[in-house]
């Protein structure tokens, strides 16, 4: 039988205040269906033998660190850091500190590859779609796409002795980073993670896409990353919008315009000026907006709405 999550402690329970983690965490605990997810992993997951040995951990503990991982962008390190940083995550997992064993980095990443391997990442999002399906949350026409780097270990001081070869290097601004990418659509209106792929962190955003839609939108919301005029055409017309950010050439060239026919005191007067307009929102495919310590911001969305 899994182990039920940890019950919060005296100190806790003395607490004014839940923090967005610990609300997020607890909506979360009821809306995932363990149940249904851990019977399709449990023919998959290695068995204590018959000769004794340390055994593995909990299956359960396992399934919700993954999703730890998801939900917060954390890499295998990080995860392994975090529960022993958050109380809240450890609670989540079902671990007592001092008396259970929390998995370090190699336990994780091999959970992933575990699951991987078996083809399980895909059944696993389509359990957790069934299941909301089952329980009325349903798919609306606008869908969130984004992608974020989640970071791996870049030493090669492992007992291959080499990186994981299904992790690469990209570029970010003047900043470098080693991992993967996690491709993600999310339902505009419930927040829901309909959608998610995963590649090698040198692949452009803008090449995962069919992929992270559903095939009933109507809108679409994304960065610039993803600007195609074909794809745009697809969402334009009578009751559909294209929401791909898409401003920032455009402005640069107009800008270079109107500064052409002003005189030169002025030229550099509206440069500091924003240059999301005000009907303009952030929008960020994601309920909980807490990252990890030492990840890579998430960038915004910036969408125009119509009305």
Partial sequence: MPKQPA??????????????????????????????????????????????GRP??????????????????????????????????????GIELGDDRIPD???????????????LTEALFAGVNVHLADKGITLRSGTLVDATIIDAPSSTKNKAGARDPEMSSTKKGNDWYFGMKAHIGVDADSGVTHSLETSTARLHDSQVWDELLHGGETSVWADK???????????????????????????????????AGQPHHCQGACQGRASVPRPQAPVRPCEDPLQGTGQEPRPALHAVRTR
């Fill in 105 to 119: 980095e190699t336990t994780i990443l091999n959970f992933r590859h575990l699951l991987e391997r078996h083809g």
């Fill in 225 to 259: 990353g993803y600007v195609s005029a074909e794809r745009e055409a697809a969402f334009t017309g009578p009751g559909k919008a294209w929401g791909c950010h898409a401003q920032g050439h455009q402005r640069r060239q107009a800008a270079s315009s109107r500064r």
């Fill in 7 to 52: 019950f919060p402690g005296p100190r806790d329970a003395m607490k004014k205040k839940q923090t967005r983690r610990e609300l997020f965490l607890a909506d979360m605990d009821t809306v995932v269906p363990w149940g249904r997810l851990l019977a399709l992993i449990a023919p998959h997951y290695p068995q204590a033998g018959p000769k004794g």
């Fill in 56 to 93: 593995p951990i909990l299956l359960e503990t396992m399934l919700r660190i993954y999703f730890l991982q998801n939900w917060h962008a954390l890499s295998d390190p990080m995860a392994e850091e975090t529960l022993y940083d958050s109380e809240a995550m450890r609670r989540f997992a």
